[in-house]
Nanobody, 126 residues
Framework: QVQLVEYGGGLVQAGGSLRLSCATS????????MGWFRQAPGKEREFVAA????????YYADSVKGRFTISRDNAKITMYLQMNSLKPEDTAVYYC???????????????????WGQGTQVTVSS
């Protein structure tokens, strides 16, 4: 079992920055791919970013590419999402995800991920 806890959400003005953190419980953190999804009110949950178990590859949704950066610190068993140049449309609940599968073809889909955090609210005011 892997338990995921998100930190760092909050209220920020458009153009501002936030850094989300995802702490895990597991000793096998370094074996898991990690990622972020988000869900805005009335919308479906959507992929934001992902990083492989080694940190060697990263994936981003087109809507956040160039503004968000995903990273991980295996020694601290923590993953991060640095969000810059935030826009009101980035407002959503952000979920940390994890999975031990190696084939990352479907990382942008919700069904690929086996473990989900409870979510943290990010609100960007205009």
């Amino acid at each position: 079992q892997v338990q995921l806890v998100e930190y760092g959400g909050g209220l920020v003005q458009a153009g501002g920055s936030l850094r989300l953190s995802c702490a895990t419980s597991g000793r096998t953190f370094s074996n898991y791919a990690m990622g972020w999804f988000r869900q805005a009110p009335g919308k479906e949950r959507e992929f934001v970013a992902a990083i492989t178990w080694s940190g060697g590859s990263t994936y981003y949704a087109d809507s956040v590419k160039g503004r968000f950066t995903i990273s991980r610190d295996n020694a601290k068993i923590t993953m991060y999402l640095q969000m810059n140049s935030l826009k009101p449309e980035d407002t959503a609940v952000y979920y940390c995800v994890a999975d031990g599968k190696r084939d990352t073809v479907l990382v942008t889909t919700t069904r690929w991920w086996g473990y989900w955090g409870q979510g943290t609210q990010v609100t960007v005011s205009s």
